[in-house]
């Protein structure tokens, strides 16, 4: 009678085992590598390489991929939007914060119910005490917007019909 024979095949090596996945993902691997070499040609890989390596050149690296007038326009924006928020208080950011927060969650809600209003339900809510708080800061918002646009183009003339409207 016949003895079985021992043999177990030989695991595949490392670089057989790559070669298998490589043949797999040809097509995603191309892919990858066009991505790459547009990363590489517009300075994002090197940015990135600098902040991994704890940002050593960084502001040098960013500073040449913001180079040009759209990169000096962002610069002065980020500038004037810092100089701007540095006034905001702090309590008063959170409060309209939260609730602005508190404001998306009932529209996605409103939204998701598939809810419309019509003319009676809208001066229905008019008498709601949440709408008219929330009414009274977007015209104090409007209102201070206002004057400070008129103090910025030196406008300190009434408007037309002004009076009415503070009566």
Same mark, same amino acid.
């Given at each position: 009678? +016949? ?7 030989? &695991? ?8 298998? %996945?490589?043949?797999?993902? /040809?097509e995603a691997l191309l ?6 070499? +547009? ?16 940002? %050593?050149?960084?502001? +040098? ?15 002065? *924006?980020?500038? $004037? ?10 309590? %008063? ?12 969650? $009932?529209? +996605? ?13 809208v001066l229905a809510l ?31 003339? &009434?408007?037309? *019909?002004? /009076?009415?409207?503070?009566?």
């Amino acid at each position: 009678m +016949a003895k079985p024979l021992d043999y177990a095949p030989r &695991p595949p090596t490392p670089q057989e085992r790559l070669q298998g %996945e490589v043949e797999d993902s /040809t097509e995603a691997l191309l892919e990858g590598l066009t991505l790459l070499r +547009a990363l590489h040609d517009h300075g994002v890989l090197d940015v990135l390489g600098k902040t991994v390596r704890g940002g %050593e050149g960084l502001s +040098a690296a960013l500073l040449h991929q913001l180079g040009g007038a759209g990169g000096t326009t962002l610069l002065r *924006n980020v500038a $004037e939007l810092g100089k701007t928020l540095g006034t905001l208080d702090p309590r %008063e950011v959170g409060l309209l914060g939260h609730a602005l927060t508190t404001g998306l969650n $009932e529209g +996605a809600r409103h939204v998701a119910a598939g809810r419309g209003l019509g003319l009676g339900e809208v001066l229905a809510l008019l008498k709601d005490r949440d709408v008219q708080v929330a009414l009274g800061a977007i015209f104090a918002l409007l209102k201070g917007m206002g004057r400070a646009l008129r103090g910025a183009e030196g406008d300190t003339a &009434p408007v037309p *019909n002004q /009076t009415e409207v503070n009566r």
